[in-house]
Structures are given as C-alpha cells and as structure tokens.
C-alpha cells in the first residue's frame, strides 16, 4: 500500500465511522428487501457479524492497520461457518452490505469521495472475500476430512492411509501439474478415494483371508457406490463443481488400469482422468508398504521397483516417469506417517 492508499482508506473509515448505524439500518433493510435469510437465528447472526466487520474496518483502517482488518475478517468467516452458513449466503451478504455503504455515502453527498477511490475499495474487498473464502474451505475440508476417516476406520483402523496417500497424490500432482489448482484440488479431495467402502458390509470388508470372486466383485463396488454419493452432493451445491468432480473422478477411477484389465468400467490409457490415473500409483504404494493384519509392509525400494514394472499395464506411463523421478520424498512421507500399534 501507498501512503497515498493508506491516507484513502483512513477517510474511508472516517465516513463510516460518521454513517455507522445509517450504513447498518441500510444493510438490514435491503437485505429484508432481498428475502436473503429463512429466519431471525440467520440475520441475528449476520447483524452481529458485520457489526463487528464494520467496527473492526473502522478501527483497524483507521489506523492504516490492514493486516489486522483481515484478521478480523476471517474470524467472523469462521464464527459464521460454525453456524451452518454457507459460504455462497455469507459472500452475498457481504455484497449487500458494499452497498448499502454505497448508498447511504452517495445519499449524504460523500460518495463522489469514495467513488475517487473505487479502486482502492475494490482491492479490500477482492482480498477481503479470498480471505473469508479461504477459512470456510479450510473449515470444510476440516470437517470432509474428519468424516473420511472416520469412515475408513473399519477399513483402515487407526492407521494414517489418508493422510499418506493425499501426501503422495499432491507430489504427483505437482510434479505432473505445477501450475492452477491441480495440485490444491488433488489434496482436498484425495481422503474421499475409498468412501464409498462404507456402503460394503462388514463380513466382507473385514474378512480376514482371501475373498471369493463374487466377495471381491461386491468390494469392488466401493467405487461406484462412492462415486454415486459423490453425485448426488453435485446435483445440490452448483459452485463446488471442480472440486466435487475431481473427487468423483478419483472415486470412480482409481482402481482402473492404463491396460483397461481394471474395474470398475475398464477404461484405459488416457481416457482414464489423470487425477485417477495419479491417485492409483499414491494408492498402490501405500498398499505396498504397509502391514495389515495378514501381510507385513515392503520396502519402498521394493515399492519402487513394482511400480516401475507396472508402467504401461497398471499405470500410466508418465505418472510412473514422474514418480521415479521424486520417489525419496514418498519415503519421507511414509517414514513421517508411520502407523501406530492402536492403543484402544
Ligand atoms: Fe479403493
Ligand atoms: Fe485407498
């Protein structure tokens, strides 16, 4: 920030601190006109939060203190997260509130002001909404992520198979994929590869020795049973799409393989997605190294070699080249995410 911008944003304050309750009683009005909130609880919720935002805006650019404006910013994110808020409602509320300051400032003849530095005012905001975003996907992935593994717990007791083989996806990703979301998204979405393992019974799933045909044709199912879960939860929440189709990809895809001999539809080579075709390798490596009750864990030099022999039949060639070329860091993930003997 230039002090000329710091000088801009503490006028701002200025005039929101001389208009604070015709800004609030502007913002509650319109959004009554909106219809935006259900009930008293939600707009309680949000009277109070951006209350607090305008306060804290107040204070903090007053001082030309930016970073603790954002600070504030994001804890009201997160307070209204725990609220069952979604983050779509709160950003529209948040674009209401921008204008109802607008109005009254242009009502009371001090908007021409304001508008003289739309530009600042845009930054803050653009900043401002990446920031809120930013902790309600951060609170979401916290809880996906809590779900997962509590749903893997049948399968993988209390061992670290989720937090191991994101791990290894998002190096792939990234070796693969270093540039846009690729590589954030991988992580994100990576624990939910096996959920629909939920939905296999328990006299399958836990079966110690080896499985019938028809057995393993009902496990198998675990990927179009969570593939299926996936889908409905799209068909509900539009803006998730990239992040909800990833996961269905990998979901779907991950026990395919590059020769088509995989399950559950036999595609193969590059049709297979290359989200799946990268979690597949994550994924195997992690079953190669470590120990379950009926088979101890190999080494990751013999990990490494049996993907190496996989290329082209089980995985795709390219994500093997890459995995060959950062495989020491999937040791160092494997060391750091060892399993523990369970203690209950
Ligand atoms: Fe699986
Ligand atoms: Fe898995």
């Given at each position: ?44 919720y ?38 069952d808020?979604?983050?779509?409602h709160?950003?529209e ?23 003289g ?10 900043k ?22 509590l ?29 846009g ?30 499985l ?45 393989k ?16 290359l989200?799946?075709?990268i ?9 190669i ?17 049996r ?36 203690v209950?």
């Open positions: 920030m230039t002090s000329r911008e710091i000088a801009t944003i503490r006028r701002i304050a200025l005039l929101f601190r001389e208009h604070k309750d015709a800004i609030l009683r502007n913002w509650i009005a319109i959004m009554h006109r909106e219809g935006l909130f259900q009930d008293n609880r939600e707009l309680e949000f009277r109070h939060g951006f209350e607090k935002l305008l306060n804290d805006f107040i204070t903090h650019l007053g001082q030309g203190d930016l970073e603790a404006y954002y600070r504030g910013n994001r804890e009201i994110a997160c307070q209204i997260s725990y609220n808020i979604s983050y779509e709160f950003i509320a948040f674009h209401l509130f921008e204008d109802s300051y607008m109005d009254i400032l242009s009502a009371t003849g001090e908007g021409k002001d304001v508008c530095c739309l530009s600042v005012i845009d930054r803050l905001h653009h401002t909404i990446a920031i809120v975003a930013q902790a309600f996907f951060e609170i979401h992935d916290n809880t996906v992520f809590a779900l997962t593994k749903a893997a717990i049948r399968d993988y007791g209390t061992g670290y198979h989720l937090e191991r083989t994101r791990e290894y996806a998002t190096l792939l990703a990234k070796e693969m994929h270093p540039e979301d690729f590589a954030r998204l991988m992580y994100r979405v990576g624990p939910l590869h096996d959920i629909g393992k939920t939905g296999i019974r328990d006299a399958i799933l836990l079966k110690e020795g080896a019938t045909p028809e057995e393993f044709e009902t496990v198998k199912l675990h990927t179009v049973i969570g593939a299926e879960a996936i889908e409905q939860i799209i068909g509900t929440h539009k803006l998730s799409r990239g992040y909800l189709k990833m996961a269905w990809e990998i979901a779907f895809y991950h026990h395919e590059y020769d088509g001999s995989g399950y559950p539809t036999g595609l193969q080579g590059e049709a297979i997605p989200a799946a075709r979690f597949a390798v994550a994924d195997v490596y992690d079953v190294t470590t120990a379950r009750p009926y088979k101890t864990g190999a080494s990751h030099a013999e990990a490494v070699a993907i190496e022999a996989g290329a082209g039949s089980h995985f795709c060639p390219a994500v093997v080249a890459a995995f060959l070329r950062i495989h020491e860091e999937f040791d160092a993930i494997r060391l750091r995410h060892q399993d523990q003997v369970a209950f």
